[in-house]
């Protein structure tokens, strides 16, 4: 579907970054389908311009506001695709930055929460999202801590660098749910995949090295 700003020109661009997300890796149909829809050049207000459509579909990532970064298209695929998302999975997502990574979730028919805790980061994506089409719940909050009072989630993805993987994360995910989650305090970080296997258990799987802007504890 083409909607208003978004035209063939942004389309056949976007085809080409899901060309190249396979290229390097990516394989879930519903994952690469989402990008193929997603009018990612919307997200980005300097590239509303015809000059900067092109930075929008190119896999790097790049400033969003408040020394805050959208991340690289590569980055939200990979983390998308091993949350393995079903229809009707509820989500919940720290880091709502631009919305790009929501939206993706969203397309993939999934209910998302979505915490920030940038007051203007989350005033603007909140007003801006919907106007695309995206709806997601949006939250002003500290992502440590989740939502206690929307859990448990299916599903929990984590897009800034978390020191630790936080305790009350790990209470609000449901048994067999998945959280990908990116650990360190160094330049890279580590890609954990968490599975809670019941009450107690959880499994966990390293999954190489990313760069995440660092995940802070005091709201602004
Ligand atoms: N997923 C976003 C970008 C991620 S950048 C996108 O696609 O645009 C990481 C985001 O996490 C930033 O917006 C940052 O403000 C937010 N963040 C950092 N620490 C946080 C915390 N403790 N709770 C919630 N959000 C946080």
Redesign the pocket.
């Given at each position: 579907m083409i909607k208003r700003d978004d035209t063939y020109r942004h389309l056949g661009m976007r085809n080409q970054l899901v060309e190249e997300l396979k290229r390097k890796g990516i394989k879930n149909e519903a994952v690469l389908r989402a990008i193929g829809n997603i009018p990612r050049h919307l997200?980005i207000e300097e590239s509303k311009f015809t000059a900067f459509a092109e930075k929008a579909y190119s896999d790097i990532a790049f400033p969003?506001g408040?020394g805050?970064?959208?991340?690289h298209p590569y980055t939200?695929a990979f983390q998308t695709e091993l949350l393995e998302i079903k229809k009707g999975d509820k989500v919940l997502?720290?880091?709502?930055?631009?919305?790009?990574?929501?939206a993706v979730l969203l397309e993939m028919g999934a209910k998302v929460f979505s915490?920030?805790?940038?007051k203007s980061?989350y005033e603007k994506t909140r007003v801006l999202l919907p106007k695309i089409g995206y709806s997601p719940r949006f939250f002003y909050?500290?992502?440590?801590k989740g939502l206690p009072f929307h859990a448990p989630f299916d599903k929990i993805i984590v897009?800034?660098a978390a020191p630790y993987i936080p305790k009350d994360l790990l209470l609000q995910m449901k048994e067999n749910a998945r959280m990908i989650i990116p650990i360190g305090e160094g330049v890279e970080q580590t890609m954990n995949l968490l599975t809670r296997k019941n009450g107690t258990e959880f499994e966990k799987c390293e999954l190489g090295k990313f760069k995440?802007?660092?995940?802070?504890?005091d709201k602004s």
């Open positions: 997200f969003i408040a805050q970064t959208i991340s939200v997502e720290i880091g709502t930055g631009c919305g790009y990574q929501t915490i920030e805790r940038i980061l909050g500290d992502g440590y897009t800034a995440f802007v660092p995940m802070l504890n």
